[in-house]
């Protein structure tokens, strides 16, 4: 495991992000709210960068209707087909197992828990050293 200085701090200020390159690995740097973190820039989904994904909150819904929002910025979205993934842990709540066009019988049911995906993107460690960002393999 080493260390890898891979930018300034302020080349990636609060709010933005930026494509780096460590040992023939694309890793997408994510600044959200003075916090870092790296993600492999690969969706594996079909391959999207996931550097050039717009980062986004956390939506969820107990009821129809009624919204909360939160962990602003803590999402990115892949430019290709949307799927979002957890900058925290690289987690996906997307399968495409589940994605066909076929009837389903219906029923209403409490929406308060979700089952992850099998996809999840691989996250690095994030440091700053003086005023270097590092990433740890």
Known sequence: MGKHVVAALAEIPPGSQKLVHVQGRAIAVFNVNGELFGISDTCPHQGGSLATGATVGLTTSKEPGKFCHSRPGEFVRCPWHSWEFDL?????????RKFRTKPYDLSVEPGETLVAGPYVAETFGISVEGQYIVVEF
């Open 88 to 96: 925290r842990t690289g987690q996906s709540w997307c399968d495409p």
